[in-house]
Protein backbone atom coordinates (compact mmCIF):
# COMPACT_ATOMS: atom_id res chain seq x y z
CA UNK A 1 0.00 0.00 0.00
CA UNK A 2 1.79 3.50 -1.15
CA UNK A 3 -0.01 6.94 0.49
CA UNK A 4 1.17 10.40 -0.35
CA UNK A 5 0.33 13.60 1.37
CA UNK A 6 0.93 17.43 0.36
CA UNK A 7 -0.63 20.85 1.68
CA UNK A 8 -1.74 23.28 -1.03
CA UNK A 9 -3.00 26.57 -2.13
CA UNK A 10 -4.46 25.04 -5.02
CA UNK A 11 -7.60 24.20 -2.90
CA UNK A 12 -10.84 24.62 -5.58
CA UNK A 13 -9.08 22.83 -8.00
CA UNK A 14 -7.93 19.37 -6.14
CA UNK A 15 -11.60 18.91 -4.87
CA UNK A 16 -13.01 20.01 -8.47
CA UNK A 17 -10.87 16.86 -9.53
CA UNK A 18 -11.30 14.57 -6.71
CA UNK A 19 -15.13 15.05 -6.96
CA UNK A 20 -15.41 14.55 -10.97
CA UNK A 21 -15.89 18.27 -11.20
CA UNK A 22 -13.33 18.91 -12.95
CA UNK A 23 -13.39 18.88 -17.12
CA UNK A 24 -10.06 17.30 -17.19
CA UNK A 25 -11.53 14.48 -15.31
CA UNK A 26 -12.38 11.92 -18.19
CA UNK A 27 -14.66 9.02 -16.72
CA UNK A 28 -16.93 11.23 -13.55
CA UNK A 29 -18.88 8.01 -13.48
CA UNK A 30 -16.19 5.85 -12.57
CA UNK A 31 -15.72 8.23 -9.04
CA UNK A 32 -17.84 7.38 -5.85
CA UNK A 33 -18.60 9.43 -2.61
CA UNK A 34 -16.86 7.97 0.45
CA UNK A 35 -17.52 10.13 3.60
CA UNK A 36 -17.64 13.74 4.97
CA UNK A 37 -16.50 15.19 8.27
CA UNK A 38 -17.69 18.29 9.49
CA UNK A 39 -19.15 19.22 6.23
CA UNK A 40 -23.18 19.43 5.55
CA UNK A 41 -24.56 16.59 3.60
CA UNK A 42 -24.55 17.93 -0.34
CA UNK A 43 -22.25 20.12 -0.28
CA UNK A 44 -20.66 21.02 -3.97
CA UNK A 45 -16.79 21.72 -4.32
CA UNK A 46 -17.10 25.40 -4.16
CA UNK A 47 -18.77 25.26 -0.76
CA UNK A 48 -16.14 23.27 0.64
CA UNK A 49 -13.50 25.59 -0.59
CA UNK A 50 -15.39 28.79 0.95
CA UNK A 51 -15.84 27.24 4.18
CA UNK A 52 -12.21 26.15 4.66
CA UNK A 53 -11.09 30.22 3.59
CA UNK A 54 -13.59 31.18 5.83
CA UNK A 55 -11.74 29.29 8.76
CA UNK A 56 -8.65 30.19 7.05
CA UNK A 57 -9.20 34.01 7.50
CA UNK A 58 -8.29 33.87 10.95
CA UNK A 59 -4.60 32.51 9.78
CA UNK A 60 -3.49 35.15 7.37
CA UNK A 61 0.24 33.41 7.08
CA UNK A 62 -0.88 30.08 6.29
CA UNK A 63 -0.78 30.34 2.88
CA UNK A 64 -1.60 26.39 2.08
CA UNK A 65 -4.92 25.67 3.73
CA UNK A 66 -5.56 22.52 2.28
CA UNK A 67 -3.78 19.17 2.28
CA UNK A 68 -4.17 16.85 -0.41
CA UNK A 69 -3.86 12.73 -0.04
CA UNK A 70 -3.98 9.92 -2.29
CA UNK A 71 -4.25 6.19 -0.78
CA UNK A 72 -3.19 3.37 -3.26
CA UNK A 73 -3.40 -0.44 -2.07
CA UNK A 74 -2.82 -3.10 -4.26
CA UNK A 75 -6.19 -3.93 -5.95
CA UNK A 76 -5.73 -7.66 -4.60
CA UNK A 77 -6.03 -6.51 -1.39
CA UNK A 78 -9.21 -4.38 -2.26
CA UNK A 79 -11.47 -6.93 -4.44
CA UNK A 80 -14.17 -7.09 -2.49
CA UNK A 81 -14.19 -3.93 -0.59
CA UNK A 82 -17.96 -1.92 -0.06
CA UNK A 83 -18.08 1.70 0.78
CA UNK A 84 -17.85 0.75 4.60
CA UNK A 85 -14.46 -0.56 4.05
CA UNK A 86 -13.33 2.03 1.95
CA UNK A 87 -14.25 4.37 4.94
CA UNK A 88 -12.82 1.88 7.48
CA UNK A 89 -9.91 2.15 5.70
CA UNK A 90 -9.94 5.87 5.45
CA UNK A 91 -10.14 5.99 9.17
CA UNK A 92 -7.48 3.47 10.06
CA UNK A 93 -5.33 5.88 8.08
CA UNK A 94 -6.24 9.06 9.81
CA UNK A 95 -5.49 7.17 13.11
CA UNK A 96 -2.04 6.34 12.12
CA UNK A 97 -1.48 10.08 10.56
CA UNK A 98 -2.37 11.55 13.69
CA UNK A 99 -0.50 9.29 16.12
CA UNK A 100 3.12 10.18 14.56
CA UNK A 101 5.51 12.86 16.32
CA UNK A 102 8.38 13.37 13.78
CA UNK A 103 11.80 14.17 15.93
CA UNK A 104 15.08 14.06 14.46
CA UNK A 105 18.13 12.36 15.69
CA UNK A 106 18.82 14.02 18.69
CA UNK A 107 15.16 13.74 19.78
CA UNK A 108 13.84 16.98 19.12
CA UNK A 109 10.12 17.72 17.99
CA UNK A 110 10.03 18.96 14.60
CA UNK A 111 6.60 18.08 13.61
CA UNK A 112 3.81 17.73 16.64
CA UNK A 113 0.89 15.37 15.95
CA UNK A 114 -1.55 16.64 13.47
CA UNK A 115 -5.84 16.26 14.18
CA UNK A 116 -6.90 15.61 10.67
CA UNK A 117 -10.17 13.04 12.54
CA UNK A 118 -11.33 16.53 14.16
CA UNK A 119 -10.82 18.42 10.85
CA UNK A 120 -13.35 19.31 7.86
CA UNK A 121 -12.20 16.49 4.95
CA UNK A 122 -13.77 14.97 1.96
CA UNK A 123 -13.01 11.76 0.81
CA UNK A 124 -13.76 9.89 -2.92
CA UNK A 125 -13.09 6.59 -4.25
CA UNK A 126 -11.49 6.94 -7.82
CA UNK A 127 -11.05 4.03 -10.45
CA UNK A 128 -8.67 4.06 -13.16
CA UNK A 129 -10.17 4.75 -16.72
CA UNK A 130 -8.39 1.87 -18.06
CA UNK A 131 -7.57 -0.78 -15.31
CA UNK A 132 -10.21 -0.07 -12.89
CA UNK A 133 -7.50 0.09 -10.23
CA UNK A 134 -9.31 1.74 -6.77
CA UNK A 135 -7.66 4.27 -4.63
CA UNK A 136 -9.14 6.63 -2.09
CA UNK A 137 -8.35 11.07 -3.10
CA UNK A 138 -9.06 12.99 0.27
CA UNK A 139 -8.61 16.86 0.17
CA UNK A 140 -8.47 17.86 4.09
CA UNK A 141 -8.22 21.23 6.16
CA UNK A 142 -4.79 22.50 7.04
CA UNK A 143 -7.53 23.92 10.26
CA UNK A 144 -8.61 21.78 12.80
CA UNK A 145 -12.23 22.53 14.43
CA UNK A 146 -10.46 24.16 17.57
CA UNK A 147 -8.59 26.12 15.33
CA UNK A 148 -5.47 25.06 15.37
CA UNK A 149 -2.80 24.12 12.33
CA UNK A 150 -1.88 20.50 11.20
CA UNK A 151 1.65 21.01 10.64
CA UNK A 152 2.85 19.77 7.25
CA UNK A 153 6.64 19.55 7.74
CA UNK A 154 7.42 16.29 6.19
CA UNK A 155 3.60 15.18 5.38
CA UNK A 156 4.81 12.93 2.65
CA UNK A 157 7.12 10.93 6.09
CA UNK A 158 3.76 10.49 7.63
CA UNK A 159 1.44 9.42 4.88
CA UNK A 160 4.23 6.85 3.86
CA UNK A 161 4.76 5.56 7.78
CA UNK A 162 0.73 5.58 7.85
CA UNK A 163 0.58 3.19 5.09
CA UNK A 164 3.19 1.08 6.17
CA UNK A 165 1.74 0.52 9.35
CA UNK A 166 -2.09 0.03 8.25
CA UNK A 167 -0.50 -2.85 5.81
CA UNK A 168 1.19 -4.80 8.47
CA UNK A 169 -1.97 -4.93 10.72
CA UNK A 170 -3.84 -5.80 8.03
CA UNK A 171 -1.03 -8.52 6.43
CA UNK A 172 -1.05 -6.76 3.18
CA UNK A 173 2.73 -6.11 1.55
CA UNK A 174 4.16 -2.69 2.20
CA UNK A 175 5.81 -0.59 0.10
CA UNK A 176 8.77 -1.78 1.46
CA UNK A 177 8.13 -5.12 0.67
CA UNK A 178 6.52 -4.87 -3.00
CA UNK A 179 10.02 -3.32 -3.92
CA UNK A 180 12.38 -6.08 -2.25
CA UNK A 181 10.38 -8.69 -4.38
CA UNK A 182 10.25 -7.14 -7.37
CA UNK A 183 14.41 -6.22 -6.48
CA UNK A 184 14.86 -9.81 -6.23
CA UNK A 185 13.35 -10.72 -9.65
CA UNK A 186 15.30 -7.84 -11.30
CA UNK A 187 18.37 -9.60 -10.06
CA UNK A 188 17.13 -13.20 -11.07
CA UNK A 189 17.22 -11.54 -15.01
CA UNK A 190 20.23 -10.11 -14.64
CA UNK A 191 22.01 -12.73 -13.52
CA UNK A 192 20.06 -14.78 -16.55
CA UNK A 193 21.27 -12.39 -18.71
CA UNK A 194 24.89 -12.92 -17.66
CA UNK A 195 24.72 -16.56 -17.76
CA UNK A 196 24.07 -16.42 -20.69
CA UNK A 197 26.81 -14.56 -22.50
CA UNK A 198 29.23 -16.20 -24.48
CA UNK A 199 32.06 -13.40 -23.96
CA UNK A 200 32.03 -10.61 -22.09
CA UNK A 201 30.61 -7.15 -23.09
CA UNK A 202 29.30 -4.71 -21.18
CA UNK A 203 27.62 -3.08 -24.16
CA UNK A 204 25.68 -6.69 -24.61
CA UNK A 205 24.92 -6.76 -21.09
CA UNK A 206 22.71 -3.77 -21.28
CA UNK A 207 21.20 -4.44 -24.88
CA UNK A 208 19.89 -7.75 -23.60
CA UNK A 209 18.37 -5.70 -20.45
CA UNK A 210 17.11 -3.83 -22.64
CA UNK A 211 15.33 -6.47 -24.69
CA UNK A 212 13.87 -7.81 -21.59
CA UNK A 213 12.05 -4.60 -21.06
CA UNK A 214 13.95 -2.73 -18.87
CA UNK A 215 14.71 1.20 -19.49
CA UNK A 216 18.84 1.30 -18.81
CA UNK A 217 19.91 4.50 -17.50
CA UNK A 218 24.09 4.45 -17.71
CA UNK A 219 26.09 7.06 -15.51
CA UNK A 220 29.91 7.44 -16.91
CA UNK A 221 32.34 9.67 -15.53
CA UNK A 222 34.15 12.62 -17.60
CA UNK A 223 36.45 10.24 -19.41
CA UNK A 224 33.97 8.27 -20.54
CA UNK A 225 33.86 5.10 -17.71
CA UNK A 226 30.75 3.68 -17.11
CA UNK A 227 30.63 4.26 -13.05
CA UNK A 228 26.94 3.30 -12.68
CA UNK A 229 23.34 2.07 -14.05
CA UNK A 230 20.16 2.17 -13.16
CA UNK A 231 16.92 0.02 -14.70
CA UNK A 232 13.58 1.03 -14.58
CA UNK A 233 10.80 -1.47 -15.65
CA UNK A 234 7.35 0.93 -15.44
CA UNK A 235 7.56 2.93 -12.20
CA UNK A 236 10.13 0.89 -10.59
CA UNK A 237 13.60 2.20 -10.62
CA UNK A 238 16.37 0.11 -9.26
CA UNK A 239 20.32 1.09 -8.90
CA UNK A 240 22.47 -1.23 -9.49
CA UNK A 241 24.29 -1.18 -5.85
CA UNK A 242 21.00 -2.36 -4.42
CA UNK A 243 21.02 -5.81 -6.79
CA UNK A 244 22.03 -8.97 -6.53
CA UNK A 245 24.02 -10.52 -3.56
CA UNK A 246 26.81 -8.44 -2.37
CA UNK A 247 26.44 -5.74 -4.77
CA UNK A 248 27.83 -7.66 -7.15
CA UNK A 249 25.90 -6.35 -10.26
CA UNK A 250 27.08 -3.05 -10.07
CA UNK A 251 29.73 -1.77 -13.08
CA UNK A 252 32.68 -2.06 -11.41
CA UNK A 253 32.09 -5.54 -10.34
CA UNK A 254 29.72 -7.24 -13.28
CA UNK A 255 33.12 -8.70 -15.24
CA UNK A 256 33.78 -10.85 -12.21
CA UNK A 257 30.26 -11.74 -11.76
CA UNK A 258 30.07 -13.03 -15.29
CA UNK A 259 33.37 -14.71 -14.41
CA UNK A 260 32.23 -17.14 -11.75
CA UNK A 261 28.48 -17.52 -13.55
CA UNK A 262 30.41 -18.37 -16.70
CA UNK A 263 33.70 -20.60 -15.39
CA UNK A 264 36.33 -21.59 -17.97
CA UNK A 265 36.03 -24.76 -20.18
CA UNK A 266 37.97 -26.97 -17.51
CA UNK A 267 35.49 -26.57 -15.08
CA UNK A 268 32.09 -26.39 -16.94
CA UNK A 269 31.52 -30.22 -16.89
CA UNK A 270 31.88 -30.14 -12.45
CA UNK A 271 30.13 -26.89 -12.16
CA UNK A 272 27.25 -28.52 -14.30
CA UNK A 273 27.26 -31.18 -12.41
CA UNK A 274 27.42 -29.09 -8.97
CA UNK A 275 24.41 -26.89 -10.30
CA UNK A 276 22.25 -30.26 -11.12
CA UNK A 277 22.75 -31.38 -7.42
CA UNK A 278 21.80 -28.08 -6.00
CA UNK A 279 19.10 -26.41 -7.54
CA UNK A 280 15.98 -28.44 -7.60
CA UNK A 281 14.63 -30.00 -10.87
CA UNK A 282 10.81 -30.03 -11.15
CA UNK A 283 10.81 -29.54 -14.99
CA UNK A 284 10.25 -33.27 -15.67
CA UNK A 285 7.95 -36.24 -14.46
CA UNK A 286 9.23 -38.02 -11.33
CA UNK A 287 6.76 -40.52 -9.36
CA UNK A 288 4.63 -39.02 -6.89
CA UNK A 289 4.55 -35.62 -8.31
CA UNK A 290 1.97 -33.42 -9.90
CA UNK A 291 1.62 -32.01 -13.29
CA UNK A 292 0.81 -27.89 -12.27
CA UNK A 293 0.52 -25.05 -14.76
CA UNK A 294 1.28 -21.58 -13.47
CA UNK A 295 1.54 -17.52 -14.89
CA UNK A 296 4.39 -15.30 -13.29
CA UNK A 297 4.67 -11.57 -14.81
CA UNK A 298 3.27 -12.78 -18.14
CA UNK A 299 5.71 -16.41 -18.21
CA UNK A 300 4.01 -19.59 -18.09
CA UNK A 301 5.38 -22.41 -16.55
CA UNK A 302 4.67 -26.10 -16.27
CA UNK A 303 6.25 -28.03 -13.32
CA UNK A 304 6.07 -31.18 -11.65
CA UNK A 305 6.06 -30.58 -7.93
CA UNK A 306 5.95 -33.30 -5.26
CA UNK A 307 2.83 -34.48 -4.22
CA UNK A 308 3.06 -34.02 -0.61
CA UNK A 309 4.53 -30.59 -0.88
CA UNK A 310 0.80 -30.11 -3.20
CA UNK A 311 -0.98 -30.74 -0.27
CA UNK A 312 0.41 -28.47 1.63
CA UNK A 313 -1.06 -25.65 -0.68
CA UNK A 314 -4.28 -27.95 -0.50
CA UNK A 315 -4.78 -27.07 3.20
CA UNK A 316 -3.29 -23.86 3.16
CA UNK A 317 -5.34 -22.76 0.44
CA UNK A 318 -8.94 -24.60 0.71
CA UNK A 319 -11.15 -24.02 -2.21
CA UNK A 320 -14.25 -24.76 -0.32
CA UNK A 321 -13.24 -21.95 1.85
CA UNK A 322 -10.77 -19.38 0.29
CA UNK A 323 -12.31 -17.31 -2.60
CA UNK A 324 -9.10 -16.37 -4.19
CA UNK A 325 -7.24 -19.83 -3.68
CA UNK A 326 -6.40 -20.14 -7.62
CA UNK A 327 -4.32 -16.90 -7.16
CA UNK A 328 -2.69 -17.90 -3.73
CA UNK A 329 -1.95 -22.20 -5.51
CA UNK A 330 -0.57 -19.90 -8.51
CA UNK A 331 1.56 -17.56 -6.40
CA UNK A 332 2.89 -20.24 -3.83
CA UNK A 333 3.98 -22.63 -6.88
CA UNK A 334 6.07 -19.99 -8.52
CA UNK A 335 7.73 -19.46 -5.56
CA UNK A 336 8.40 -22.79 -5.26
CA UNK A 337 9.46 -24.38 -8.50
CA UNK A 338 10.91 -20.77 -9.93
CA UNK A 339 11.94 -18.38 -7.55
CA UNK A 340 13.06 -20.66 -4.35
CA UNK A 341 14.82 -23.13 -6.38
CA UNK A 342 16.93 -20.73 -8.39
CA UNK A 343 17.58 -18.53 -5.00
CA UNK A 344 19.27 -22.04 -3.71
CA UNK A 345 21.70 -22.04 -6.73
CA UNK A 346 22.73 -18.66 -5.97
CA UNK A 347 23.02 -19.08 -2.61
CA UNK A 348 25.19 -22.20 -2.26
CA UNK A 349 28.78 -22.15 -1.66
CA UNK A 350 31.30 -21.04 -4.73
CA UNK A 351 34.30 -23.82 -4.80
CA UNK A 352 34.33 -26.77 -6.15
CA UNK A 353 36.56 -29.04 -4.46
CA UNK A 354 35.40 -32.60 -4.50
CA UNK A 355 34.17 -34.55 -7.56
CA UNK A 356 32.92 -38.29 -7.94
CA UNK A 357 31.07 -40.49 -5.75
CA UNK A 358 34.18 -41.68 -3.03
CA UNK A 359 32.98 -41.20 0.87
CA UNK A 360 35.21 -37.71 0.58
CA UNK A 361 33.18 -35.89 -1.58
CA UNK A 362 32.23 -32.74 -0.45
CA UNK A 363 29.38 -31.81 -3.73
CA UNK A 364 26.04 -31.01 -1.75
CA UNK A 365 24.11 -34.02 -1.99
CA UNK A 366 20.72 -33.93 -3.53
CA UNK A 367 17.57 -32.24 -2.12
CA UNK A 368 15.52 -35.57 -1.97
CA UNK A 369 14.50 -34.83 1.76
CA UNK A 370 10.71 -34.71 1.39
CA UNK A 371 10.57 -32.97 4.81
CA UNK A 372 13.21 -30.29 3.61
CA UNK A 373 10.81 -29.32 0.72
CA UNK A 374 7.47 -29.06 2.77
CA UNK A 375 9.56 -26.97 5.45
CA UNK A 376 9.93 -24.89 2.11
CA UNK A 377 6.21 -25.18 0.51
CA UNK A 378 5.18 -23.28 4.04
CA UNK A 379 7.48 -20.70 3.66
CA UNK A 380 6.04 -20.38 -0.19
CA UNK A 381 2.65 -20.55 1.05
CA UNK A 382 2.93 -17.64 3.66
CA UNK A 383 4.78 -15.57 1.11
CA UNK A 384 1.62 -15.78 -1.31
CA UNK A 385 -0.71 -15.27 1.62
CA UNK A 386 1.38 -11.86 2.76
CA UNK A 387 1.25 -10.79 -1.38
CA UNK A 388 -1.90 -11.64 -2.03
CA UNK A 389 -3.54 -11.27 0.69
CA UNK A 390 -6.66 -14.40 1.61
CA UNK A 391 -10.23 -13.68 0.82
CA UNK A 392 -12.62 -15.90 3.23
CA UNK A 393 -15.79 -17.55 1.28
CA UNK A 394 -18.78 -16.42 3.02
CA UNK A 395 -20.80 -19.44 5.26
CA UNK A 396 -17.98 -21.68 4.68
CA UNK A 397 -16.33 -23.17 7.63
CA UNK A 398 -14.26 -25.88 8.06
Not at 224 to 253: C, D, H, Q, T, W
Request: proline share 4%; net charge positive; hydrophobic share 35%.
Amino acid sequence: MIAKAKSISHGINALNYITGVSANKKHPEKIFHICDNFLPPGIDPLGIWNSVRLDSMSRPRMKNNLIRIEISPAPEHTRNFTPDNWKQLWQDFVTEFDRQELKDKKGRLLSPKTNLAESKSTVWLHLESDSGIPHLHAVVSRLDENGNINNDRNIHLRAQRAAERIARKRGWQTAANIHDINRQSVSRDCLDVLSQMRKWSIDDYFARLEAKGYDVKVRKDEKGVIRGYILKKGNARFKASELGKGRNLMASKLEGTWNKLRPNQERQTKADSRESDIRPDYTSYRPDTRRVEFEHESNSYTRFIPEKVMQVFDDEFDSREVDNWADLMNEACYHFAVAMSYMAFLNAPAHVSGGGGTSNNDLPRKRDNIEEEIARARRCAEAARSKIGIVRKRGFRR
